[in-house]
């Protein structure tokens, strides 16, 4: 099927990002025909007012002002410009809390830390509460996931010897994963490998020192 462009919205955080490192959401319509038409029912709709393909982007742990196209002095994120150029720019958005796992709870359920409880990461995720995917298939979308979540299960819906209770690696209810990409990150470094890269046996993320500007 043919992508339609998406318009991007780059939210700048002053506090921790609540987020996905490295992931990205693709939600479709279940119900396509073909790359122009959609099936409603018994109406099919032609490309000129079917449902529109949304691509949510987060990346965990990104200051607000870790942007080049804000001026940054030092980091380059061209990508991440070009998205911001053809889009909006909140200059003034905050996470609803932090660390990661408990600001993407939020992100995701629409609910603030003190209502949804998962305070902590590793936290479990009350399977009570609905979330930004589900609803998603209530209106006849397919959230694809690209990346990880870490949604800790909720264990009241599992036996207790259950292997999904033992890694606080979860997948959002109601995403299908395309590419789950758990805290080894084997797929991710395999890519890498594939394209040339030098990887490094332990930590990937090394420092890098030698950068222009770097002694200033």
Not at 112 to 135: C, F, I, K, M, W
Not at 159 to 179: K, N, Q, T
Request: with cysteine.
């Amino acid at each position: 099927m043919q992508w339609s462009s998406p318009t991007a919205v780059v939210m700048q955080t002053t506090i921790q990002a609540a987020a996905i490192a490295l992931a990205f959401i693709v939600i479709v319509p279940l119900d396509v025909v073909d790359p122009g038409m959609v099936r409603t029912g018994n109406r099919v709709r032609t490309s000129m007012d079917r449902p529109i393909n949304i691509l949510f982007i987060t990346a965990d742990q990104w200051r607000g002002e870790c942007l080049s196209g804000l001026g940054h002095p030092c980091l380059k994120t061209p990508r991440l410009d070009a998205l911001a150029q053809d889009g909006v720019t909140f200059r003034r958005h905050y996470s609803q809390a932090t660390p990661c796992g408990p600001g993407r709870a939020s992100l995701y359920t629409g609910m603030y830390l003190h209502n949804h409880r998962s305070v902590v990461n590793g936290t479990p995720l009350d399977a009570r509460h609905t979330n930004v995917a589900l609803e998603a298939r209530k209106a006849g979308y397919d959230p694809v996931l690209f990346g990880y979540t870490d949604v800790s299960a909720d264990p009241r819906q599992f036996h207790p010897a259950d292997p999904a209770l033992r890694s606080y690696e979860g997948i959002l209810p109601g995403m299908r994963p395309e590419v789950w990409m758990k805290n080894d990150g084997l797929a991710w470094l395999a890519d890498l490998k594939a394209k040339g890269y030098d990887i490094p046996k332990g930590e990937v993320f090394r420092p890098q020192t030698d950068y222009p500007g770097a002694d200033v």
